[in-house]
């Protein structure tokens, strides 16, 4: 093989970068983050009816696409009601119905989305609830 | 793989006909669990088959009546205001005839109509030449005749703006909520019910969508019942029982450039009166 | 063959660094736009489409040109063209990547740009304009790399890319039939809106396009061992001298047409274009550059005996670049957004960011212009005296 050491060399570099990211995250400590749901509007609500549109399992995994598809329907088809599988009705909008019970939106979407590292543009035009800075 | 459920059913239908692949379906549906759900329109929703509007300039007599309209429609909507035309972003505003309606202008014509000027607004044409050449459907024509801006979609080629042959569309040139040169804010006072948009978007009057699925007028409409009745009158073109549409069969009324075809859903009275009147005898 | 761009004189290395020097300094305007907006361009709600569309549109036509050493090569058989067809189709590889730069530099939301495809919309010429540029560029690359390596191997190419070579003759006038639309089907703009656009760019495209090429294969025999010969060269001379022809000829039928008719709204943009319109006049000054350019080219260009001349030929292929990239690459955008849909003048000039990111442009496709005529001027050097059968 020719030049063998400088591939070598080569190689021990480029694997060293490319796994970077594993061995400068060893040993760091990583909580999973707590949403709060402690704000005032759930807070008014009767126990029993503390629920989100759709169950606790289907919205922590399908959000994203649960406001895919409500913006869709609201900008393209015009349709700006949902009826959920438990037969409730909502205001499909992120701003005016997500966010009045979740008025959290630093202790309740940020925390999740910087733990997971994606950044929605969501924010860069629907505006977010006024919070007291925490 | 998405589960969009719009798709999903769409699947079921061919696929019961088809008489496969039912097993499949049928698991992806209890995983999901949300067969019950679906999208609706509002209960108090105003509903069209084209929605037009006609302006009467007879009804506007003082700048603040344009302005209040204007005023409506841009807080409503969080336009923002850059105060430089190079950046500018409107999406209902003044302009004298001879630069609403270039080409019909005569050096003789009365003094009123040559100074007046004109609301305009997106004319949400029947055969609208921006959704001709959007590349990704952002811009759309609605079931109700609205050419609607899909600020999700669009990736700013402009193409829009280029076709539109009003000048009724606005690039985001700069971020809408950043701060003009004196510091002050583009935006004075958001609308936290309505989004803004973000950099690099194309925008435009949508005919107020999010107030039609709510059963109330335009904005722009709205606020001109206040000083006049019948400067902006909002209806449905298909309906011959409509008040736009008994307006524009009794009154001389024009379109922005109708020999190019697009058919605009903007009219315009021009006389003072009640009588049909033709500008040339004005 | 990629190896043989990575030996190359101090010249070649030296042309190469200042090329990315150039890249390196529209990377970061790029930076810069991409946070504040295009309002860092001079472009404006009036006119909305400048330099940088301006410049895609006049690359698409550099593009395209290749077309015009395809078919006497492969269609007529006019074997002078063998040795320097490659040369062709590499410069279209290198205008469609520029080309495609423009427009991701032209775009508001870059990041979104695979909307295109996600949502194809077959009513829109834009889409279309994806379609074809990628394909032509495909087409280009695969064409120039697999008759290259066969001359490198001294053998024939295999048969199986003459159906690609065929499809790249109508596919080169499909790309550029297919820009002149975006123009010439928007109901409100009086100047694009003229049936001979596509005829037009097509004959624009085919006297610049080739007029470059004269320029590079002089600016090759020069540089290097590898002499394209001196009767492809005056061949090209003449295709340059009829499309020249044919673009000012059309370019007249457009004054005929707007003036002789009398249609105030046919005539503005050529009034501003030329003559100023309601005391703008920024581009007056430009536009008549170019057509004196274009008539001092072509005066040069039709005397066979100037034209023989080879140092005349370049200097003449020169000012009709010259001429033709003011006039498309600049003037027929923005003439079209003047007066705007208000008949009022907004008038446009492109700000600094937006100067250097479209320098930068230009440096990139030079640069990968270099690499592929290096490496195809080596497998020339290689193969000298040998002759070339395709």
């Known amino acids: ?134 | 793989m998405s589960i969009n459920r719009r798709e999903f059913l769409r699947l079921a239908g061919v696929s019961a006909l088809a008489g496969v692949g039912g097993v499949a379906v049928f698991n992806k549906l209890q995983n999901n669990a949300l067969e019950a759900s679906e999208f609706t329109a509002g209960p108090n929703a105003l509903n069209a088959k084209r929605w037009a509007m006609v302006v009467d300039m007879s009804k506007f007599k003082t700048p603040e009546d344009y302005k209040r309209c204007m005023d409506a429609c841009h807080s409503t909507h969080n336009v923002p205001n850059f105060s430089n035309p190079k950046d500018e972003i409107k999406w209902i505003w003044p302009e004298k005839f001879e630069h609403a309606f270039p080409g019909q202008e005569n050096p003789y014509m009365n003094e009123e109509t040559k100074e007046k000027s004109f609301l305009l607004l997106c004319n949400h044409c029947d055969n609208p030449p921006c959704v001709r050449v959007c590349p990704t459907k952002a811009t759309f024509k609605r079931k109700d005749g609205i050419v609607m801006q899909d600020m999700h979609r669009c990736i700013g080629c402009r193409f829009c703006m280029a076709a539109c042959p009003f000048g009724a569309r606005s690039f985001n040139y700069r971020n809408p909520r950043g701060k003009d040169a004196n510091g002050q804010p583009l935006i004075k006072e958001e609308n936290a019910a309505y989004p803004t948009r973000t950099i690099g978007v194309v925008e435009k009057c949508t005919f107020c969508t999010e107030r039609l699925a709510v059963g109330k007028l335009p904005a722009c409409v709205e606020v001109s019942n206040e000083f006049s009745k019948g400067g902006l009158v909002f209806g449905d073109l298909d309906d011959p029982g409509s008040e736009v549409r008994k307006i524009i069969s009794a009154k001389y009324t024009i379109r922005r450039k109708s020999e190019i075809g697009t058919q605009p859903s903007v009219f315009y009275v021009i006389g003072g009166n009640d009588y049909a009147i033709v500008p040339e005898i004005l | 063959m990629l190896d043989k761009a990575l030996k190359g004189s101090r010249g070649y290395w030296g042309w190469l660094f200042f090329l990315m020097g150039i890249m390196g300094a529209g990377f970061l305007a790029y930076l810069y736009q991409f946070k504040n907006g295009l309002g860092v361009t001079g472009l404006s709600r009036d006119i909305s489409w400048g330099l940088y569309i301006g410049q895609f549109t006049f690359l698409v036509g550099v593009a395209a040109s290749a077309v015009m050493l395809v078919i006497p090569y492969y269609l007529h058989d006019y074997k002078k063209f063998g040795k320097i067809v490659i040369l062709g189709e590499f410069l279209a590889i290198s205008a469609v990547i520029m080309c495609m730069l423009f427009i991701m530099a032209d775009m508001g939301q870059p990041m979104r740009v695979m909307n295109i495809f996600l949502h194809p919309t077959l009513n829109s010429v834009l889409f279309w304009d994806t379609v074809v540029l990628n394909g032509y560029l495909f087409l280009n690359i695969i064409i120039g790399w697999i008759t290259l390596e066969s001359d490198s191997k001294g053998i024939k190419p295999p048969q199986w890319i003459k159906p690609f070579i065929y499809l790249s003759v109508p596919w080169a006038v499909s790309i550029h039939t297919v820009t002149a639309f975006i123009y010439a089907g928007l109901p409100g703009r009086h100047f694009w809106l003229s049936a001979i656009m596509a005829a037009r760019f097509l004959a624009s495209a085919f006297a610049g396009g080739p007029a470059l090429l004269i320029i590079l294969a002089l600016l090759v025999r020069k540089l290097t061992k590898f002499d394209p010969g001196k009767e492809p060269i005056q061949a090209l001379g003449k295709i340059v001298t009829y499309a020249m022809f044919a673009n000012v000829f059309f370019l007249g039928l457009e004054f005929f047409t707007a003036f002789y008719s009398g249609i105030p709204a046919h005539q503005h943009s050529f009034h501003y274009l030329y003559a100023g319109l309601d005391g703008y006049n920024k581009l007056v000054p430009l536009m008549w550059t170019s057509s004196i350019l274009a008539v001092v080219s072509l005066f040069l260009l039709i005397f066979p005996s100037f034209r023989k001349k080879e140092g005349v030929l370049a200097f003449a292929c020169v000012s009709l670049f010259i001429s033709l990239w003011i006039d498309k690459g600049f003037g027929l955008v923005i003439g079209g957004f003047v007066p705007n849909m208000f008949e009022r003048v907004t008038e446009y000039w492109p700000t600094i960011p937006e100067t250097i990111i479209t320098l930068a442009v230009w440096a990139t496709g030079f640069f990968v212009l270099t690499v592929l005529y290096k490496i195809a001027v080596t497998v020339r050097e290689e193969t000298a005296g040998i002759e070339i059968e395709h």
């Open chain 1, 1 to 134: 093989m020719y030049d063998s050491g400088k591939i070598i060399v080569g190689l021990l570099i480029f694997i060293a970068l490319v796994t970077f990211p594993f061995y400068n995250n060893i040993g760091k400590v990583n909580a999973k983050p707590e949403l709060k749901l402690d704000t005032p509007e759930i807070q008014k609500l009767p126990e029993q009816e503390r629920k989100c549109v759709e169950s606790k399992e289907f919205m922590r995994g399908g959000h994203m696409q649960l406001l895919d598809d409500w913006r869709d329907s609201v900008v393209r088809d015009g349709s700006r009601i949902y009826t959920s599988s438990a037969h409730k009705t909502f205001n499909m909008s992120l701003q005016n119905e997500c966010m009045r019970c979740h008025s959290n939106k630093k202790d309740f979407c940020d925390k999740c989305h910087n733990y997971m590292a994606v950044k929605p543009y969501c924010w860069d035009c629907h505006i977010a609830p006024k919070e007291n800075k925490s």
